[in-house]
């Protein structure tokens, strides 16, 4: 699906309309391909009939003209032209930031948060990122890659695009992630450190990164990583709801639609995804 143009009225920063944008990017994931499938899927479990739009927070996110949706970006998801879409990702995100929307992002894989971090980066000097997922994606290169997605939040934190960066639920650490950790001031929550609400009440900006791996594979088992001894959907969405300050964009990432089971990792990524929402358009 093609992107579509929004006129949207500009509003005051953190309070602009949500607006969904799928990025069907997976060219830099390092073990399986098929992250690009997922924003459609996501999509058709955000909105199946099964379930009703109101999200646990007490916000109908369905109701009229909370929630804009600027389809897919085109992208040409290839290793010759990732800079290009790079750049592509990052001059969309600009311009819907610069029209007063809030993107929530549809990926793909987990690279694309370094162009969406570019954009909100200049714009929002004070953000915070929480990261949910099960890898620190702090690598300065992967398989001779520096924007593989294993190494978004390494580009992020040398070029100064957050104020802090808070990840949770990681639990696949060696010692060059902690090394880096610790040379970017980045704020580590292993999962054997969790329960972690008080980490998550910080104020101004938020940012939302969430990797659908941080869920323990038996709630996600769609995923290209999986990486058992994670969260359950009950306390991905506690942690969640735990949040303060004002979110200001999103992503959810690295859901694989090649390796899920009947279509349950996807309506556990339509249930996050209402849940971000309620706490973005409620909040």
């Known amino acids: 699906m093609a992107r ?13 309309v949500a607006t969904l944008l799928g990025i069907p990017l997976d060219v830099n994931s390092s073990y399986l391909r098929g992250a690009a499938d997922a924003p459609v899927k996501i999509r058709e479990a955000f909105r199946c009939e099964a379930s009703n739009g109101w999200s646990e927070s007490g916000v109908d996110v ?20 990732v800079l290009e879409d790079f750049a592509e990702i990052e001059r969309v995100i ?3 930031l610069r029209a007063g929307r809030r993107p929530v992002v549809l990926g793909g894989d987990h690279s694309i948060t370094y ?8 714009r929002c000097r004070d953000l915070t990122i929480l990261h949910f997922d099960a890898h620190s994606d702090l690598y300065d290169e992967f398989e001779g890659s520096r924007v ?3 190494c978004p939040f390494a580009r992020i934190m040398e070029e100064h695009l957050a104020k802090r960066l808070i990840q949770i639920g990681i639990r696949t650490l060696n010692r060059h992630q902690r090394e880096q950790g610790k040379k970017f001031g980045v704020e580590i929550l292993q999962m054997a450190q969790l329960r972690a609400y008080g980490k998550l ?4 900006p938020v940012y ?6 941080v869920l323990d594979p038996a709630f996600a088992p769609g995923i290209s990583h999986r990486e058992p001894g994670g969260m359950s959907v009950r306390e991905a969405i506690a942690h969640l709801h735990a949040i303060e300050g004002s979110i200001i964009g999103a992503d959810i990432v690295e859901y694989n639609p090649a390796q899920d089971i009947s279509g349950m990792t996807a309506t556990v990524a339509g249930k996050i995804l209402k849940e971000i929402l309620g706490k973005m358009i409620g909040g």
Request: net charge positive; aromatic share 4%; proline share 4%.
């Open 4 to 16: 579509k143009k929004l006129k949207v009225r500009h509003k005051k920063h953190g309070r602009g």
């Open 208 to 213: 939302i990164s969430f990797d659908m791996d």
């Open 115 to 122: 162009p969406i971090l570019r954009a909100f980066g200049p």
């Open 62 to 81: 369905g109701a009229a003209n909370a929630l804009a949706d600027a389809g897919d970006l085109r992208v040409s998801n290839t290793r010759e032209k």
């Open 94 to 96: 600009a311009e819907a």
């Open 201 to 204: 009440k910080v104020r101004g």
């Open 148 to 150: 593989s997605h294993a």
